[in-house]
Every structure is written in C-alpha cells, then in structure tokens.
C-alpha cells in the first residue's frame, strides 16, 4: 500500500513536468557554458529528452 502511494505522489503530471521543464533547462545551459566539451556534446539529447518527455508527461492524469 505504501509503494502504491509512493508511486502515485511521482507519477503525476504536475511533478513530472517540472523534471522535464528541468531537463530542458539543464540541457539549454549545457549548450551554452564554455567550460566543458563533453557537456557541450550531450546538451542536445538532454534537450531532445526533456522535450520528448514533456510531450508524454503532459498527457498524464492531474
């Protein structure tokens, strides 16, 4: 009953949005920073998966 609760808290649409909006945001400051190389070659798929997540995410109950 306790893990149902657990998983149910996480896996709502409100929650998961705000990950993707973070990811998406992460990956746009990766992009961005001249710091890192290797940072700067992953930004485009933490972008893509933010956004591909996003798109799922926001058709989830409330």
Same mark, same amino acid.
């Given at each position: 009953?306790? +893990?149902?609760?657990?998983?149910?808290?996480?896996?709502?649409?409100?929650?998961? =949005? +705000?990950?993707?909006?973070?990811?998406?945001?992460?990956?746009?400051?990766?992009?961005?920073?001249?710091?890192?190389?290797?940072?700067?070659?992953?930004?485009?798929?933490?972008?893509?998966?933010?956004?591909?997540?996003?798109?799922?995410?926001?058709?989830?109950? =409330?």
């Amino acid at each position: 009953m306790k +893990n149902r609760l657990l998983t149910s808290r996480y896996l709502r649409r409100g929650f998961l =949005e +705000n990950v993707s909006c973070v990811l998406i945001g992460l990956g746009i400051f990766m992009l961005m920073q001249p710091f890192v190389m290797t940072a700067f070659t992953y930004s485009f798929s933490v972008i893509l998966f933010g956004t591909v997540s996003f798109l799922i995410v926001s058709h989830f109950p =409330e």
